[in-house]
């Protein structure tokens, strides 16, 4: 998981507290669980992306050729604004979402606090 790096948390510390109250298993799963609520959300982004740009190009591609090339610039933009909207702002809080769990589901498992869990 590329949320869950050694640069942001004390992966060693956790490991040695999951080890030490033998919660590898729930670890194992919290870890994979999180992973596939990231996976979830890529994959509807992608396809939420596919679609946003499917509306807006295939107007694009109806116009006459020596239209299409001011179209698409206009289409461009609008997939860029519209996908902030639709796809990026659902992704943020599926991240902060995933990272505000992963932090509160390691320290029920460790009984660490949140800034043992977390580097400094």
Request: no cysteine.
């Amino acid at each position: 998981m590329f949320i869950y790096t050694p640069e942001l948390f004390d992966v060693r510390r956790i490991e040695q507290a999951v080890a030490s109250g033998g919660r590898e298993r729930d670890y194992q799963r919290l870890l994979a669980g999180s992973s596939w609520i990231l996976a979830g959300t890529l994959v509807a982004s992608s396809i939420g992306n596919f679609f946003l740009s499917l509306s807006f190009m295939s107007s694009v591609m109806r116009l006459p050729a020596e239209e299409q090339q001011v179209a698409y610039n206009v289409a461009i933009g609008s997939i860029t604004w519209w996908g902030f909207l639709i796809i990026g702002v659902p992704i943020l809080g599926a991240l902060i979402f995933i990272m505000i769990n992963l932090i509160r589901r390691l320290g029920e498992l460790t009984g660490l606090t949140r800034d043992e869990i977390l580097l400094k």
